[in-house]
């Protein structure tokens, strides 16, 4: 696509609900990066892909923190049982290559509420 | 590891006036420094970057940055602010052959008329 795209865009779930975020990259983009935006914080970096592997899911806050690529291009992030601390926005970016050098592009990203 | 700091959590400018917004890193070496801008329900755009060269770097909408090694800072500029540059700003620091950005915690600006 022509950038790149997240749904939903605002998510309202119960405490304890299982969530699964999407992320379609720019078409040819062999990374993905979700990110996390939590009120009033910088962005927290949760996992990167490059291709359909995950080499670094070192910030993944817990073990109900999941994800996974398929084909090379969309992406799930998957919040279990989840948790009002798990609120937050939360943003996919993509670039041509792990490390290109020219920043990312970012979605519009998922606002998640957990009530 | 890389981080950032951006001193100023909100900046209120008046329409026409020049705006900065500061940004301080920490790394060994040279890094790779990014500003992006956040409107309300965007994602981040990137305003301009800084690999090498020269320190003085011209992005899009008319912002400017500065890299100052000896400062390990790298401001953000822009000479008349516009209505439309109300948003949030985020400074990111970037590390040869490590594909994670480090943010800093944004500054938010608001435009008076």
């Known amino acids: 696509g022509a950038g790149v795209s997240q749904s939903p865009s605002n998510k309202v779930t119960e405490k304890g609900k299982d969530v699964e975020l999407r992320c379609d990259p720019i078409?040819?983009?062999?990374?993905l990066y979700w990110y996390r935006q939590s009120l009033g914080q910088g962005l927290e970096f949760l996992i990167y892909?490059?291709?359909?592997?995950?080499?670094?899911k070192s910030g993944l806050p817990s073990d109900r923190f999941s994800a996974e690529r398929t084909g090379g291009s969309v992406s799930t992030l998957t919040i279990q049982r989840t948790q009002q601390e798990d609120s937050a926005v939360y943003l996919c970016?993509?670039?041509?290559?792990?490390?290109?050098?020219?920043?990312?592009?970012f979605g519009s990203g998922t606002r998640l509420t957990v009530v | 590891a890389q981080s950032v700091t951006q001193p100023d959590i909100h900046i209120t400018v008046s329409e026409g006036a020049s705006l900065e917004l500061r940004c301080n890193y920490s790394?060994?070496?040279?890094?790779?420094l990014f500003w992006y801008v956040q409107s309300p329900g965007q994602g981040l755009q990137l305003l301009l970057k800084?690999?090498?060269?020269?320190?003085l770097v011209q992005g899009i909408k008319g912002f400017e940055a500065e890299f100052k090694r000896s400062q390990s800072s790298f401001n953000l500029r822009k000479p008349s602010v516009h209505w439309s540059d109300a948003a949030e700003y985020f400074c990111?620091?970037?590390?040869?052959?490590?594909?994670?950005?480090?943010f800093g915690a944004g500054t938010t600006v608001t435009v008076r008329a």
């Open positions: 970016a993509s670039s041509s290559t792990g490390w290109d050098g020219y920043g990312y592009t």
């Open positions: 078409s040819g983009h062999t990374a």
């Open positions: 892909f490059q291709g359909n592997s995950a080499p670094d």
């Open positions: 790394y060994g070496a040279t890094p790779y």
């Open positions: 800084y690999f090498s060269g020269d320190t």
């Open positions: 990111a620091v970037g590390v040869r052959n490590d594909y994670k950005l480090s």
